[in-house]
């Protein structure tokens, strides 16, 4: 699983929720967001992912959370 996943999951776990959460968040499917956390995507994608966790936890990711990760 990737740092960035971890990472997120963790936020949410803190605060009572889970990816499913996130994406209801979002406004997609879960199965689009672990795709998304999985491989390369938009900028826009990013910013909605990192601003849809802020609003839920509180917990603000920065631009190195979604740096790939170097051992995979």
């Not at 740092?3 to 499913?20: F, M």
């Not at 689009?32 to 994608?45: H, V």
């Amino acid at each position: 699983m990737s740092k960035l996943k971890n990472r997120i999951k963790a936020a949410l776990a803190k605060e009572g929720y889970n990816l499913a959460d996130l994406a209801r968040r979002m406004d997609i499917h879960q199965s689009s967001l672990s795709i998304y956390l999985r491989g390369n995507m938009r900028m826009s994608t990013a910013l909605k992912i990192s601003s849809s966790l802020a609003d839920m936890t509180g917990y603000h990711l920065t631009l190195n959370d979604f740096r790939k990760d170097e051992d995979q």
